[in-house]
């Protein structure tokens, strides 16, 4: 059974203090994994997708890396604009319907 | 613009009131899926679709029913709600393969 685990499940941040999520999983054969954005009351906003260890991609202060058993979204200097729940989800080869199993977040809270 | 719509926003109900929810894509996506969100176990799929009159059961399904008559449509079906449906539901579509899904902005359903 594919398994996604994320940590820490909240962080408290001041304005500029860089720190990293961490996103644990298990896969039967990865296609895909997945970062999401979720702000209080709307749905899941795509961030990024990584397809194999070693990879990673950028967007503005947001930075995720991938491993064979983890992936890490960085957050530099983040602004308080970065507040929200952050999710990883997998997609494996196997997957039906192009089902993505979910972790259960990180909510991040920057403090100006 | 892209999206998908989902409606009720909110919707109050009571146990055994058969209700509809609806979601529509313009993206003419293939794949189409319904996702529920709860504190502690994150997002689960309800129910898939590949395509037109294809569908077939996520990892919770019990409760709930669909239809895919149209390709931009795929409406999420309680015929006798219970209060343990009580949670956040979200509808997702996606183009076949490892690309991301596009999410709505959810809805919140309440059964008393």
């Known amino acids: 059974e594919d398994q996604v685990t994320q940590s820490p499940e909240a962080l408290r941040l001041q304005e500029g203090e860089s720190s990293s999520l961490n996103c644990s999983y298990t896969?039967?054969?990865?296609?895909?994994l997945f970062w999401y954005r979720q702000d209080p009351g709307k749905g899941p906003e795509f961030l990024f997708t990584?397809?194999?260890a070693g990879e990673e991609k950028e967007k503005e202060r947001l930075k995720a890396t991938l491993t064979k058993k983890e992936s890490f979204l960085h957050i530099t200097a983040p602004k308080p604009e970065d507040s929200a729940t952050y999710l990883c989800?997998?997609?494996?080869?196997?997957?039906?319907?192009?089902?993505?199993?979910f972790g259960g977040g990180t909510r991040v809270l920057v403090k100006p | 613009e892209a999206q998908v719509t989902q409606n009720p926003r909110y919707l109050i109900t009571v146990t055994g009131k058969k209700l509809t929810v609806t979601c529509s894509q313009n993206m003419n996506h293939e794949y189409m899926s319904w996702y529920r969100q709860d504190p502690g176990l994150g997002l689960r799929q309800i129910y898939y679709s590949m395509n037109v009159e294809v569908t077939d059961k996520g990892d919770v399904p019990e409760g709930y029913k669909v239809s895919r008559k149209e390709k931009r449509n795929f409406p999420l079906i309680l015929e006798s709600p219970s209060p343990n449906q009580t949670s956040l539901y979200f509808c997702?579509?996606?183009?076949?393969?490892?690309?991301?899904?596009?999410f709505g902005q959810g809805t919140r359903l309440t059964v008393v």
């Open positions: 989800a997998v997609q494996a080869v196997k997957a039906a319907g192009n089902k993505l199993t």
């Open positions: 997702a579509s996606s183009w076949y393969g490892n690309t991301e899904a596009f």
């Open positions: 990584l397809y194999s």
């Open positions: 896969v039967s054969g990865l296609r895909g």
